[in-house]
């Protein structure tokens, strides 16, 4: 039985909490993260500083809040900032947004490959499985909405995200080493 912490036991510094909280929100923030940003270096950056954040400063946490609504606007606070920072470092370099380089066009050859790729992975999964990822990661909704809507548990949920996820790995791993191989 997997026990549910809360933002209390976060604040009062729970280290089985916060790990909890970091394993059950990862993924799916990075995967939310990589489709506003488009980097992958980005989206894992914003990422780990989003749970640096929410640990150093656990005493300003708000108990009556869900966690996930926290860790989610302090990832979109500071992936604004990050994108601010990147937007005032091309403009002190004097990169023009209207050029592309080889590397911008192999970039976005690459991303486009990638997505083509997932889609290719995702489409050979279950059905289920493939709505119930869609759900989370497409329309952002949570475990229990997902649940609800579905009329499946929470862990049946959790099984089919984290089954999709560990085959994506997997493949896509396969997938950009060949990539970057040719």
Not at 34 to 47: D, F, M, N, P
Not at 53 to 59: C, G
Not at 90 to 110: F, H, L, P
């Amino acid at each position: 039985m997997c026990q549910r912490y809360t933002v209390a036991d976060i604040k009062e510094g729970n280290q089985k909490a916060f790990s909890s909280v970091y394993e059950e929100y990862k993924d799916k923030l990075y995967f939310l993260l990589l489709g506003r940003t488009k980097s992958a270096y980005l989206a894992q950056e914003v990422v780990q500083k989003t749970f640096v954040k929410v640990w150093t400063h656990r005493d300003t946490l708000n108990p009556v809040i869900n966690i996930d609504v926290q860790i989610f606007r302090i990832a979109r606070s500071l992936m604004i900032d990050e994108l601010r920072k990147l937007a005032v470092e091309k403009k002190r370099m004097g990169v023009v947004a209207t050029t592309e380089s080889d590397d911008s066009v192999n970039n976005q050859y690459q991303a486009r490959e990638t997505r083509i790729a997932i889609e290719k992975i995702l489409s050979a999964m279950p059905e289920q499985g493939q709505l119930v990822f869609r759900l989370s990661r497409e329309e952002g909704k949570t475990y229990n909405e997902i649940a609800q809507q579905l009329s499946i548990s929470p862990k049946t949920v959790e099984y089919h995200i984290s089954r999709i996820l560990s085959v994506l790995r997997k493949a896509l791993l396969l997938f950009l080493l060949m990539l970057t191989n040719y």
